[in-house]
């Protein structure tokens, strides 16, 4: 049986020539994996090389060697990366192999290499035994007989076509380290978290759509730019809309002039919006395209940390009123989220450590193993720097990101509008937002709710609710991130007005969400203003 902690991270399958052993090999150096080539296997186990072995044994005898050397290997080559013989999976046995590698989770990659390319290749080899005689007629015919049973099997296809081989290997690279976190629900769809997701993009939009609003901000322009020429290569009209960065992006000013602006360019029900940036930017885009005649497709591209753990994925698209945060919006879902972790990069620290009070928030709420790895890693992740983050702290980044997205999905696939369950990811959001309204935005999100999540854990002793010892942990493990976890702005009577115009409240009545314990998230109805009142005090630091 082939088990999933033993077997190969990808296959490699594809006509001879097309460059497979150069592929697996390169992609191994590149993910520091083992690479094995089964032709080379045979012919060290067999002494011979493989011309010898056809000549003297048939060809026969070699596809029973082959055979027997794949599917050992398929179950156990733990996490190499493993290059087939062309005419490998043409063998039943290996075949099913294959089929069964890939139930459990296996890459099939199938390399592409075209007629024109791969006849004259073969032309000027002379060591393939099945091309012997007239080599181009053999390649076509090989290639006719072939291409549908690699098609059929390949999880992954890569063309070899205008490209260096080196190129090739670090898509397969950045394919295989790619995660995925499936939402489910009405509308399902992925979200994709890896290096060079954004390739992605036309598969997410699908063809239906002519032209493409790309919505971003300025500082992301260099992510904006290379989704643009990667939108326009796939044959997108591409309508460029570079809105006002953060929150001041959030308004109905901004989305009025982009309302105009496809109006002008004609966009129709079929077209479609790709939202780029942080959550702001983010939000507003998935709000334009829940409204642009009543909805069209949206692809999110969440370029900052907290608008890859939370913001993109879930549906709540939304601006702000002078009055409020996010009080005027939509549930709305997207068609994909695509998380690139190259994004991250240009990130800057400041921005990178707000987004983890977010990836805190599903830890309090849901996800110990999340708070372990803050707890253990806090130093690294405080002084993230895009610029120079090792292959490790990307590592433990893209678990985090795949970790909290998790969280994220788990509560929207049951509760997309926000009836019950996903108010716990609310955490901390009722004073976090007052705070960011009373601060007039300059405080960021990530840094307010910190400080909200504190206030929400006081308020759950003062209630009975938390021990002293958790509530020491909340101030102790967001600081030791560089989280706020006092505030000394507002006053209560200021705060308590703001938080009455929060969504979970109901009539004159608050709600909060606060924690029974680590990991136990419960409602808190209508709790007295004199526990609020103490709560807010524990949260001020005597200046
Ligand atoms: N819809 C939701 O479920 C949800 C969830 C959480 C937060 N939000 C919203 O998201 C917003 C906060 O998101 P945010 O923290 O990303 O703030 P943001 O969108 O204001 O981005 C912060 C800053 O970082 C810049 N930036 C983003 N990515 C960058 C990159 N790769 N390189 C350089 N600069 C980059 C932005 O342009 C901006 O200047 C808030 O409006 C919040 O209400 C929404
Ligand atoms: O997705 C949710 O649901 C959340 O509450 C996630 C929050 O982290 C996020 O800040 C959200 O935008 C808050 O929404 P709001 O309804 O409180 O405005």
Known sequence: ????????????????????????????????????????????????????????????????????????????????????????????????????????????????????????????????????????????????ERRSVYQELATITLKSRNTTPRALARRLADALTERVVHVSGPDPYDVRIGAGVTGRLHEMLGDQAMRVALIHTQPVQRHSDHARALLRQAGYQVVDLTIPDAEAGKTIQVSQGIWERLATEGFTRSDAVVGLGGGAATDQAGFIASTWMRGIRYVNCPTSLLAMVDASTGGKTGINLEQGKNLVGSFYTPAGVLADLRALRTLPNEIFVEGLGEVAKSGFIMDGGILRELEERAESLRSFDGQESDQWLGTVVQDLIERTVEVKARHVSVDLKESGLREFLNYGHTLGHAIEKIEHFTWRHGQAVSVGMVFAAELARITGHLDQDVVDYHRQLLSSLGLRTWWNGGDFDQVLALMHRDKKARGNKLRFIILDGLGEPTHLDDPPVSALKEAFQAIRKEE
């Not at 020539?17 to 191994?28: D, I, M, S, Y």
């Open 1 to 144: 049986m082939i088990e999933s902690n033993s077997m190969p991270k990808a296959v490699v399958i594809g006509m001879p020539g097309a460059g497979k052993t150069r592929l697996g090999r390169e992609t191994a150096t590149l993910i520091k994996a083992p690479f094995r080539d089964t032709d080379q296997c045979i012919e060290e186990e067999a002494g011979q090389s493989v011309s010898e072995i056809f000549d003297a044994q048939g060809e026969q005898a070699f596809r029973d060697m082959e055979t027997g050397v794949i599917l050992d290997l398929l179950k156990d080559f733990s996490g190499g990366i493993l290059s087939l013989g062309g005419g490998a999976p043409m063998s039943t046995e290996v075949f099913q192999a294959l089929q069964e590698y890939r139930r459990a989770g296996g890459a099939v990659v199938y390399l592409q290499i075209d007629p024109e390319e791969g006849v004259s290749r073969a032309v000027r080899s002379d060591h393939r035994p099945l091309l012997r005689g007239a080599a181009s007629e053999r390649w076509m015919a090989l290639y006719r």
